[in-house]
């Protein structure tokens, strides 16, 4: 029942029942408000407490999340889709990395080669890489072959970007076809030219089955899943021939293509389906503690962060028979927050290798000193470094996985300021407040960046020279001894070894400053380091030291570098097609480099006719014209070669020294073999 | 003919304190979400790190912006036509009151909700949201019943 004056018209009405009226609303808001205050703060008061046992914090906040053993088949994945809809930040900033485009289905989006029907020809075989409407063809005609492909996923998209098809009668296995997409270069390689093998390697020399090799790493979630163990064991027994790459068959299944949140941080089932409880959540937020359903590295243990990474960027091997017969059923036990070394055993340089006449195959991966010195090592060089030993070094001191699109690097997954000498002052503090004082190179320079004397380029890996993993000082006489590159040499590449140590010596003590007797590669230590290394080293020495002659930060600038060229012109004859292919880039570095300073050596547009995977007869003709051009290049205006260049004052070649030299090289002719 | 009907209407809601007050809330809050919008624009022109990275932040300051207007404009609607369509004052009031009460709390949740918020959800101050919604909700069925119970 309405008031009397209720239904009299707005205008006659307002002062009449205004105060009466405007206390009502004022209470009833106080009500709600008193009410709604009172909920919050008991439900956040009690939320934690009535969520005690479904938290199950961990006291520490260090062993959080350590998942049980199980197999990738038994675990509860969930998918990168089902983290975005609570973590869309961190899904983009994953999204925009190379980690989630390691693999994928060969759609256009995915497919960055160039399926034109340019045949592309190697060791009597032509590929030819065509489009079929959305289809991605690879044929391949010659030597008895005569073979369609259709490529059905993609591995990689940064660097190269590698194609796998199924092959008839090989069931669900997927290959890794021979040719691949080299982004920067826009061109196809073959196989051989990428990985570090000499000239004449068969054809199908790295024809890898995906799902016994790839699968692991470039995946989330791997199950490889054989199904015909039992009759390989059989025939085996049987002493018939079996060999796996052929023989087994898989019907493989991955929780999600490419490197997804899950191989960081675990299966994440148990994580969204308790997560989708929202008072579970505010508990949560209401703590610091680690949410025990769900791994974050960055909480881990230096020790069990890094393994995180380690899982992948450090090479491993099954422990024991069983454990692999078991991985390449049930896919990898380790899962992200258990101690790697309790599943795997990492691989290092006295890891002997259980292949018949082949057992020091993992040591010439390694540097004499242990250090790795191919890709995919990182983890080994992390655990062999004294600020992981003796500090918290682990790989998110410097590497981010998340982060503003302009704050952190796809390329290395870096924030920027990493990429300066923050990643080691932020602990080295006394040396950050004087950089030059420790270097005793100006503090802009690249001799005082951390990086280049403690953790040198000197790892060869998806065709690219990279820095090593392993943090240290560097050494001349000890890095002379052990055949390995040498950080101050890599800079200054007209000195010896000799005059690095004694340098060396004069700016850190005696220590580093022992005098250079010999050199491990044979060659005399009077000889220029980054010469001798070309010449005498083996194949990944030379690899290197062909990529140093060119970067492009080098302090001898105009025709300083004008030494290194008859040099690199000869190591474009050398038998490895990757080292052929870093002396003609690094030839292409130091003829700009001397245009910019007017002097027109002009071996650019001959380089360009200079195909590192070529024929021999062509490369032949081509070197021939570099050394034509070269010769005849006036050297008036080039300062005096240095000594231990190998060259006469007039810059004449040495040949005898340098033939000489090269023997050493190419007697070294163990294969170098990349496990990828 | 119009301009005196114009001018009834208007004396109509001037005439009365709540429609008044609403009118006037309406119209500042309006503006002052307007305003927000144009400052998140420009959160958006310059790339400021702590807006465009952040997805829950830049959800909930969104909807901050669009239900501030929004709810703003509804109360001007409502204090231009209350007069005619809410005789009794005392819902009037009520409605008035509720309307202003849940145009401030919904957008302020929004926008305190992207203050802080934790990963994957915002941060507690979203509470007020539900609770000026609720508000808006009484006003909008005050004024239904009143609109239903008026004799024709």
Redesign the interface.
């Known amino acids: 029942m309405?008031?009397s004056?209720?239904?009299?018209?707005?205008?006659s009405?307002?002062?009449?029942?205004?105060a009466?009226?405007?206390r009502?609303?004022?209470r009833?808001?106080a009500t709600?408000?008193l009410a709604?205050a009172i909920a919050?703060a008991l439900g956040?008061w009690l939320a934690p407490h009535l969520y005690r046992d479904e938290l199950n914090l961990a006291d520490d906040d260090t062993g959080a999340g350590v998942p049980a053993t199980a197999h990738a088949r038994d675990a509860d994945w969930t998918g990168s889709p089902t983290c975005a809809?609570?973590?869309?930040?961190?899904h983009?900033s994953w999204a925009r990395t190379f980690h989630r485009t390691m693999t994928q289905e060969a759609d256009r989006t995915a497919v960055v080669g160039r399926f034109d029907g340019t045949p592309v020809r190697h060791d009597g075989i032509v590929a030819t890489p065509r489009r079929d409407g959305d289809r991605y063809l690879i044929e391949l005609r010659g030597s008895g072959i005569a073979e369609t492909f259709e490529v059905v996923r993609t591995v990689g998209s940064r660097r190269y970007q590698q194609y796998l098809a199924y092959m008839p009668g090989r069931g669900e296995n997927l290959y890794r076809l021979p040719i691949l997409w080299h982004i920067e270069d826009q061109r196809w390689v073959h196989m051989n030219g990428v990985f570090l093998g000499r000239d004449g390697e068969g054809y199908f020399q790295h024809l890898a089955v995906w799902n016994q090799n790839c699968i692991f790493c470039h995946n989330t979630g791997p199950v490889p899943n054989i199904v015909n163990h039992a009759e390989l064991i059989a025939r085996g027994q049987r002493g018939e021939p079996v060999d796996s790459a052929r023989d087994a068959r898989y019907d493989s299944h991955v929780a999600e293509l490419g490197i997804a949140c899950e191989s960081c941080h675990g299966p994440g089932g148990a994580h969204a389906a308790r997560?989708r409880n929202?008072l579970r959540?505010?508990a949560?937020?209401f703590t610091d503690g680690a949410d025990p359903t769900i791994v974050d590295p960055a909480r881990l243990d230096a020790q069990r962060s890094v393994d995180v990474c380690g899982q992948c960027h450090g090479q491993r091997i099954a422990p024991t028979v069983d454990r692999l017969v078991a991985w390449i059923h049930d896919g990898p036990t380790y899962q992200a927050g258990a101690r790697l070394a309790e599943h795997v055993r990492p691989v290092f340089r006295d890891t002997r290798a259980p292949i018949a006449h082949q057992d020091d195959l993992f040591s010439r991966r390694f540097w004499q000193d242990g250090t790795a010195r191919l890709t995919a090592y990182e983890y080994q060089g992390i655990l062999q470094s004294p600020c992981f030993e003796a500090g918290t070094l682990s790989c998110l001191s410097c590497h981010a996985m998340h982060g503003?699109?302009?704050?952190v690097d796809v390329r290395g997954q870096l924030p920027h300021a990493m990429r300066t000498n923050q990643g080691c002052v932020q602990c080295h503090e006394t040396i950050g407040a004087d950089v030059a004082a420790h270097t005793g190179h100006a503090v802009d320079s690249t001799g005082s960046q951390c990086y280049s004397c403690h953790m040198p380029k000197m790892v060869y890996g998806i065709m690219e020279i990279h820095r090593s993993h392993r943090i240290e000082n560097p050494n001349a006489a000890a890095n002379a001894a052990e055949a390995r590159p040498h950080a101050c040499t890599s800079c200054h590449l007209d000195r010896t070894l000799p005059w690095s140590a004694e340098a060396s010596g004069a700016l850190w003590g005696d220590s580093y400053g022992a005098p250079v007797a010999v050199r491990g590669d044979g060659a005399d230590p009077a000889v220029i380091d980054s010469i001798a290394s070309l010449l005498a080293g083996d194949p990944v020495q030379r690899a290197v030291a062909a990529h140093r002659m060119g970067r492009d930060d080098s302090p001898l600038a105009g025709g300083a570098r004008a030494f290194l060229v008859p040099h690199l012109i000869e190591s474009l004859t050398d038998p490895y097609p990757a080292i052929r292919r870093f002396a003609s880039r690094s030839l292409r570095a130091i003829d700009a480099d001397m245009a910019a300073a007017s002097l027109d050596l002009s071996l650019t547009a001959t380089l360009d006719d200079f195909d590192f995977m070529g024929p021999e007869a062509q490369r032949a003709a081509v070197i021939e014209r570099l050394r034509a051009r070269w010769s005849a290049f006036p050297k008036t205006g080039l300062p005096a070669p240095p000594a231990g260049a190998l060259l006469a004052a007039d810059y004449v070649l040495d040949a005898e020294a340098e033939r000489a030299l090269r023997a050493l090289g190419l007697a070294q002719a163990k294969q170098i073999h990349i496990g990828e | 003919m119009a301009a005196s009907s114009s001018s009834s209407a208007r004396?109509?809601w001037r005439?009365?304190?709540?429609?008044r007050a609403a009118m006037r809330f309406g119209w500042a809050a309006a503006s002052a979400f307007l305003f927000f919008g144009i400052g998140l624009e420009l959160l958006h022109f310059v790339?400021a790190?702590f807006y465009?990275?952040?997805?829950?932040r830049r959800e909930m300051w969104t909807l901050a912006h669009a239900h501030g207007v929004l709810i703003a404009l509804f109360t001007i609607v409502y204090a231009a036509i209350?007069?005619g369509v809410?005789?009794?004052?005392?819902?009037?009031?009520?409605a008035s009151?509720?309307l202003r009460?849940g145009a401030l709390l919904v957008p302020v949740g929004f926008l305190a909700g992207g203050v802080g918020s934790?990963?994957?959800?915002p941060s507690?101050g979203i509470?007020?949201v539900p609770?000026g919604a609720?508000?808006v909700l009484l006003a909008f069925l005050l004024v239904a019943q009143a609109v239903w119970m008026e004799k024709s």
């Open positions: 309405a008031d004056h209720d239904d009299v018209p707005a205008a009405t307002a002062s009449a029942d205004g009466a009226a405007l009502a609303p004022r009833l808001f709600l408000v709604a919050v956040a809809a609570c973590h869309p930040d961190q983009a997560n929202p959540r505010y949560m937020h503003a699109e302009d704050a | 004396a109509a005439d009365d304190p709540s429609s790339k790190p465009v990275d952040v997805h829950m209350a007069p809410v005789p009794r004052a005392t819902a009037r009031v009520r009151w509720l009460i934790a990963e994957g959800d507690l509470v007020l609770i609720t508000l």
